[in-house]
């Protein structure tokens, strides 16, 4: 039979990598061996007996021929069974198979990215990536603690610019993700989620308003408790003295003003008004309790604070303070008139009235209250019971006048020092009638000195000097000297020293006056042991001449004497010694002054 035709059954065609048979070649099947293809194991492709169909089969492997391209030999599956390289054939294996990939779909990409914005993970649920949806959760959960509840202060920026950061690398990367990724949704699912991720953006819009608004209540409620604060601050002070209460205020009032401009849009802010009203009452409190002494510091005060307070908040409220502090000041300064303990002075009160409100009414009251409160006193000067108290208010209230400055005062001050003179006589006088003939001749004695071209000066020493006899002889304070020296005769008295060191004699009866001896050079001390029982001392018996003498010319009546000695090298300053007589008409009178010692 003849060769079959190529391709027939029972022999598979040429590959190209086959050779050709040689010429005069028996058919492949007759054959007793096969020519390796190239590229193939130089082995012997099936030499010896029995080779056969099976040539080739068992022989070694061996590396394609250098430059092959990749997969060079028969195509997988090509040729009979067994056919192709044999088991362990050491050429490049085949490449595993690729799994298989969707095409590209934006809008998938921007619903995964989109949905991871939502703050929630949602993307990378879609995606079934449990990992990034759990770090998306926790990244969630940390700023909601770090955030919640609202407070002033908020969110700390670095916490929100990372959390940001994240929300944006996390929709990058579902976006990334999503892009090839074959879902496991529906169709119907997949056309709702895009408008979905969209919707799902108002939870992180959403929150932050929430948020924004919480922040913003928190804050209101903070700046109305700074105000409720303040207010507390205003009420503790009320009632303390106001150099204790003005730095409390001063404290309130920073934070009425913090609050009215920086936050005047704040509900705390648009009370301030209201609060500076109850302001102005509490700190004028004084004032309307008709405590004019104390209103006019705090409203000193009110009236100075557009110096140091918003002008615009407090609107017209200092000017409102004018008629009360002029009111104040008016009352404070005339109640304190001859008062000598007043704080503060009349006249420092009175004068800041004329100096801050020269045109008031008030200023026009404060000459004819000053002149009622002369009147007033001297009035109660005579027969008054305690002249000598009213004269201090009068002394006090002239001194608060010689310390104002306004003309309009300068005929009162003339009254009261009148006032004052008239009151120191009173006094004195009243001094000896009560028999407090110390203070009384004190008070005569300083009245002489501060008025000496007075015509009462001489009946005032006069009555200093009876003041003095008195101390150490009542009986010579029965009544006040005479302010007259008695017509009539007059009686010679002449008065001797008899002893050591200069006199002064004192007295007192229808006519009252002193007289001072010079001291006797040889005259010493009597010792009363050499005097007889009995007695009397012999005193001035020597030559008249010897004797420093004084002659007094005195009217009829009865008087009382009173010696004072100056301190020598016998006698010591302040030895008195008192004696009364009667001056009778048609006598002439000797008094001889000495001293008597116990030796």
Known sequence: MGQPPAGTPGQPPAAPWEAPPAAGAAP?????????????????????????????????????????????????????????????????????????????NPAQAAMVGLLNLSCLGLGYVLLRNWIGAAVCWIATAVLLVMALPADVDGVPLGLLVGYGVFLLLAAADGARRGLRATLRI?????????????????????????????????????LLERLAAADELVKSADGLAFDKAEPIYRKALADYQDLGIRHAGSRAGKLVPARLDAYYTTVSGPYEKKEYCAAIAPLKHLRGLPGTFDKDLLGARPAKTDEPLAHSLYECGTAALGVQTANPPASESLNALYDTFPKSVHATRVEPAVRAA???????????????????????????????TDPA??????????????????CGTFQFRSKEFGDAGKTMTQYAKDYPNSPQAAHARSIAIAAEIAEEEPEAGKSLPPA??????????????????????????????????????????????????GGKVKACTGPSSKYPKATLLLPVGDYHFLQKRAATGTSTAGDTKSSKAKIESGYSYTNCLYVTSLF
């Open 374 to 404: 002369i009147k007033t006193r001297t009035t109660a000067l005579t027969g008054g019971a305690a002249p000598c108290d009213t004269t201090n208010e009068l002394r006090a209230l002239r001194s608060s006048l010689d310390n104002m």
């Open 186 to 222: 529906g169709d119907s699912f997949r056309r709702l989620a895009l408008p979905l991720a969209l919707v799902l953006l108002a939870v992180p819009a959403g929150g932050s308003l929430a948020y924004g608004a919480a922040r913003d209540e928190a804050k209101e409620q903070a």
């Open 484 to 533: 007259e020296v008695p017509g009539g005769g007059r009686m010679v008295m002449v008065v001797s020293n008899d002893g050591p060191g200069s006199v002064e004699l004192l007295y007192t009866g229808p006519m009252t006056g002193k007289v001072t001896l010079k001291a006797c050079g040889t005259c010493t001390k009597y010792s009363s042991v050499l005097v007889p029982r």
């Open 28 to 104: 492949a099947a007759a054959s007793a061996s096969a020519a390796p293809a190239p590229g193939w194991s130089g082995a012997e492709a099936g030499a010896g007996a029995g080779a056969g169909a099976g040539a080739g089969a068992g022989a070694g492997a061996a590396p394609p021929p250098p430059g092959a391209p990749p997969g060079y030999g028969p195509p997988p599956g090509y040729g009979p069974p067994g056919y192709g390289p044999p088991p362990g054939y050491g050429g490049q294996p085949p490449t595993p198979p690729t799994p298989p990939r969707g095409d590209a």
């Open 409 to 426: 005062v300068e005929g009162a001050t003339k009254e009261a020092a009148s006032a004052v003179q008239k009151g120191d006589f009173s």
